[in-house]
């Protein structure tokens, strides 16, 4: 029987862990389980795309992104609209469409999830024509995605320092929001636009989120005090985001966001400049991803503490097999 053709696709520069040897083992790997595997790293911002639609246009049975979200992101985007799967081994900072399909995040561990062969039609957005596979954000979250890219270490500690710097001198904007017959002008703190569940590092902004509803969770955070704003990130970590008096949401499948002028956004935790005015969309069941053939059912506070629990036992027994 003729083996189905993998493409490996690394980013060596994402995360914090290193990725030598990883275009050794894991092939090695991956061919026990019965795939053909081509290799390839990215040299650069665009690249990755360009090898997923490269592998797709070969008639590749799936295309692996080895990397954070951006290199999820890049890959996936060069995949929508055809046969050819996304497999994600996660190796980045945040991992936030990983942690809410429910891959583990450790990379041998995840390619369990390529070995089940469980592939879904799942959806994504778009932002102007940009493709979002996770979530897409204006306002604070932006902010940070900013700072955080200007940092030289990665990882959760450096993201903890780049929200603390911007919640000091951060300043709300005025958003008018319309979506079908639903017309809202607000001076928020953030406005987010979730395909996925979560930012990463287990912080969900949209715990009810789902990527294969054909609709986008939309989250408001209105301005308010100090204390406040401090207490919606605790709302975050523990999954209790949902309509109150600092928080709306809603869902739709198009909105568009109008804002006084252009400025700072982000894109799967990717920053970048866009226009004041923008039309988000969701794309029903145009990518097909390897998924868990379980997920865990979403629980405030016990699933977040689940995932944390679990991502440690990851870390201690990464140590231990690092160790043999």
């Known amino acids: 029987m003729e083996k189905r053709r993998l493409t490996l696709v690394i980013n060596p520069h994402s995360g914090t862990l290193s990725k030598r040897g990883l275009d050794k083992w894991l092939p090695r790997h991956l061919r026990r389980m019965g795939y053909e595997v081509d290799v390839q790293f990215t040299t650069g911002p665009g690249h990755a795309s360009h ?5 797709a246009a070969r008639g590749d049975y799936g295309v692996l992104a080895c990397g954070g979200d951006g290199t999820v992101n890049e890959v996936a985007a060069g995949l929508v609209g055809t046969s050819t799967a996304l497999g994600i081994l996660p190796a980045g900072s945040g991992n936030g469409l990983a942690r809410h399909i429910g891959i583990p995040v450790d990379v041998e561990l995840s390619t369990r999830v390529i070995a089940a062969d469980n592939i879904l039609a799942c959806d994504y957005g778009t932002v102007n024509g940009r493709p979002f596979f996770c979530t897409f954000g204006m306002g604070f979250d932006a902010a940070v995605s900013h700072r955080f890219a200007k940092k030289h270490r990665r990882g959760l500690n450096s993201y903890i320092s780049s929200t603390i ?7 709300p904007g005025t958003y008018e929001i319309i979506a079908g017959d639903r017309v809202i002008t607000e001076r928020a703190f953030l406005v987010s636009v979730c395909n996925a569940s979560q930012y990463g590092n287990n912080a969900f902004i949209a715990p009810a989120a789902s990527i294969r509803d054909g609709r986008l969770d939309v989250t408001i955070v209105y301005d308010g005090n100090i204390i406040e704003n401090a207490w919606t990130s605790v709302e975050m970590l523990a999954g209790f985001i949902g309509n109150h008096g600092k928080i709306r949401t809603f869902r739709t499948s198009r909105l568009t966001v109008r804002r006084s002028e252009p400025g700072p956004a982000h894109i799967d935790g990717d920053p970048l400049d866009l226009p004041a005015e923008l039309d988000i969309e969701c794309h029903p069941g145009a990518i097909r991803i390897f998924v868990p053939r379980r997920k ?7 699933t977040p503490m689940l995932l944390t629990f679990r991502e440690w036992g990851i870390v201690i027994s990464r140590i231990f097999r690092h160790k043999a």
């Open 296 to 302: 865990l059912k979403f629980i405030p506070v016990i």
């Open 165 to 171: 710097d911007e919640f000091i001198k951060y300043h």
């Open 51 to 55: 090898i997923a639609a490269a592998s």
